[in-house]
Nanobody, 115 residues
Framework: QVQLVESGGGLVQTGGSLRLSCAAS????????MGWYRQAPGKPRELVAF???????NYADSVKGRFTISRDNAKNTVNLEMNSLKPEDTGVYYC?????????WGQGTQVTVSS
């Protein structure tokens, strides 16, 4: 059974940095895509960034230039380096992994950016 476990969330001031990590267990197969979504209170879950197994990356416009996604295919891990954080980046961040028709989610980690 595939499980995704996130770590690295927390409280940071505006302009600060955080690094989120996600590790997949229960499979030895590579995911087609791994990435991060976030959900702010009262808002729908939105894509933050994802990386394909070939190295293609994509970012939400709101985080371009501030966030960097990286993944290790051999270890089935994905990280999100977040810099110049803003209060609007506050939310629960979810790790996401996809392979074939299956989609997997982590339990989420809270990121709070204080003004």
């Amino acid at each position: 059974q595939v499980q995704l476990v996130e770590s690295g969330g927390g409280l940071v001031q505006t302009g600060g940095s955080l690094r989120l990590s996600c590790a997949a267990s229960g499979t030895i197969f590579r995911f087609n895509a791994m990435g991060w979504y976030r959900q702010a209170p009262g808002k729908p879950r939105e894509l933050v960034a994802f990386a394909s197994s070939e190295g293609t990356t994509n970012y939400a416009d709101s985080v371009k230039g501030r966030f960097t996604i990286s993944r290790d295919n051999a270890k089935n891990t994905v990280n999100l380096e977040m810099n110049s954080l803003k209060p609007e980046d506050t939310g629960v961040y979810y790790c996401n992994a996809q392979r074939g028709g299956s989609i997997y989610w982590g339990q989420g980690t809270q990121v709070t950016v204080s003004s």
